[in-house]
DNA sequence: AATATACGTCAACATGGCTGACATAAATTT
DNA sequence: AAATTTATGTCAGCCATGTTGACGTATATT
């Protein structure tokens, strides 16, 4: 039995009153909103458990993405695409190194910046959750024909603020959201 | 100028090698997982900002969002959507409780449960963030037509685990994923 | 030679997760 | 009526991951 005892805002309950010039106030996209809450809880679910066995956490399998994704991505870069300090970046960074699943490389042109790179084990470890990842999208994705995964493409790209975008960001939006190919 | 040192990882370098027996694994979608991170991060860093102002985390947002759509929800269903303990609900929603956002009444039929509701200045703080996440869900949408938005819809539902769904997760669902109307 | 940059690190602190233990009131079962 | 279970609150402490501020070192730039 359902046993619901809460009830549920009608969108007519929340809709603003119209003004007398006639102009209608957007209505709130409670469906949009919530459906984006209880689908990124999910998908960053999957990965939880994994990272949990490797005793690694969120941070770290943002990091190990993007590495991967990027190869040869400087310290500063992550920075950028994290939005976090260099100080948080710094702990789960050694944890990784130390551990084997990233290594760092001088640069060639300025041997000050540390270039990053997955190891094998880092790749292993990527592949394995981006996997997971993949699985739950192609089952959202499934259903949708070829006009349907691209509204879904365009809607993700809209919701992505485009003005000073990190470099990372940039490269993702030359490609108009689309898998880089060579 | 781009300025990128960086690589980018193509399709075709991480396509795993087929089998001999023909079957394609399923190529892992790089591109929505990393819209989806980008998407998140910047629909949820909207309400940050508000929130600061008020002295008030995620943790309040998610909280006041759910007491808001689903008034006289109870604390144990709550726990539920959020999926956290009631020691880390208590914290946050002890603070909205003696700040006046929100507001307990006992059931009437078991008078142990504390039914939860926002006050106006409660619904005020949830209008203002909704505003904000609405402005941006209505600007990625723009461009779409209606079987295109129902693409979206449908994408997002998918990607929500639909097994053992928790009361409200359920409410929704059952309106497949549209905002309830009276 | 002086200054700026890329990165690393130490210390301290805040938020928001977690576990375990225990208390109270009200409902349910025996 | 007594025992037990349930819904909630709370104390204490731990952990992960975010923050600020200060400072060091190597390298690049001026």
Redesign the interface.
Known sequence: M????????????TKANPEISGARP??????????????????V?DPDDVLAEFGFGRAHH?VM?FV???????VA?LLDVL?ITKQSLGRVLKQLLDEGYIVQKA?DADRR?R?LFATPKGEALV?KL??L????????????DA???E???????????HDDPD??????LRAG??????
């Open positions: 359902a046993d619901i005892n809460f009830s549920v805002r009608s969108a007519a309950a957007a209505e709130t996209r409670w469906d949009i909103i919530e459906l984006l809450f209880f689908a990124y809880r999910d998908f679910g943002r993405h991967h994704r990027y190869p040869g991505l400087k870069d939005r640069g910046q270039l592949a981006a996997g990842q993949t699985d739950r999208i192609l089952r959202a994705l499934q259903g949708l006009s349907g995964v509204a879904v493409r365009k809607f993700l790209l809209g919701m992505i603020d470099k990372v960001l940039e490269a993702i959201g689309k898998t880089v190919k060579e």
